[in-house]
């Protein structure tokens, strides 16, 4: 991870450098360039708040809307003004953003690297592909312009996702890249810097109709992650048990005018106060963490995973075989607890690193057919006497209710046998 960083920020210190020597601007670019980074300043002031508390609540996903001042000054500047402009906006965005809101300064320092190299490769793309006097204002100046777009993307993204790959190699593409949403944000960003560039050279004064939408979208984003930040579980990234609720709610009722079958987990960590116990709630905070990638892995993408307090996990399932559901279910369940207890993971103690491996999960599931009119808290109900027997069975077990549920009434569940290791 230290040499990723250090690879990438020796790139930037070295075009910083070589810019700067080779550097002659006009008195035009100078003036520009200064616009550029007084704006990007005026910008951060005016939403100061707004992007400290983005920082705290979009910490893992944090998308830097300055993208605006920095691609225009990328297509507009030479290299030397682009980079000080850079410069000078992320210095600023560091003691009035980043500081007060802890974070380590070597983690602005690298994004202000990618910033600098992204700005070099889009400013080459420019510089290359706009042939002598071609103007940005035709059909050719928006391809290069889409150009320039996706090199500054491709290489600032690319730089992160390298350096989140080496410190965690098992991180998912959500980790890497960010969800659909910070993708979009980050185009949108990327398109207003186009435009900006596009108006600058009409009138410098059009810089002030930049404003209004990039302060809009900075609000708009805030209200988005601050909407995610209070659906997802702080110590796993799994669903609340309320937002869970709210989005198995909606499930239920796709399945039902798709007339398909849907099946719900509830899993639960097996002694989970012997971790605790042992090794403190930091390590248990650690345990979590691990088991909810597990479960999450296990699944696909678009099941419903939420944690619903302590060590209780649960899963909606849409869409499972129609010919098969129980089967399908007790697949599912069988490659989570079989992933569970190969699970080894590891946490730093004041002895050294140690690892807490011997971990295994219970689960209770149930299957509802289409036409059931049941609610979700009556399946959670017939899954949670399901977790129950395979608790009294030893523990590191499945059950699954032997027979769908296919009306308001639910009784005492039907529970298969042999569903572990242990049994067999």
Sequence with gaps: MIAALAVVESCAAGLVVATAIASDPSVSAVLLGLLLAVTGIAHTEIATGVERARRRVGEKSYTDLS???????????PPAMATAAVVVIYTHLWFRVWKPARFPLYRHVFTTSTVLLAVQAAHEIVLRAAAPGLSLHGLAGLAVLLLAAAAYATVNSALIAAAVAANDPQARPTDLFG??????????????????????????????????????????????????????????????????NVRAGQELRRARRGSTPFALLVLDLDHFKNVNDTHGHLAGDRVLAA????????????????????????????????????????????RIRIRVEHLDVPIETPDGPLSIADLSISAGGAIVTPEASTTIEQVLSLADRALYAAKEAGRNAVRIAGHPVAGPRIDSPALEPERSAEDR
């Design 67 to 77: 993208t605006i001042w920095t691609f225009a000054a990328a297509v507009l500047l």
């Design 179 to 244: 969800h659909l949403d910070d993708i979009m944000v980050e185009v949108a960003t990327l398109c207003l810097g186009a435009m900006l560039a596009l108006t600058l050279t009409f009138s410098w004064w059009f810089v002030l109709l930049a404003f209004p939408p990039i302060l809009v979208l900075q609000r708009a984003v805030l209200v988005r992650e601050l909407a995610a930040a209070a659906s997802t579980d702080g110590k796993t990234g799994l669903l609340t048990a309320a937002a869970w």
């Design 291 to 334: 088991v909810a990638d597990a479960v999450r892995d296990e699944v696909r993408g678009n099941d419903l995973v939420g944690r619903f307090g302590g060590e209780e996990f649960v899963v909606l399932l849409p869409g499972l075989p129609e010919d098969h559901p129980v089967g399908g279910l007790r697949m599912v369940a069988e």
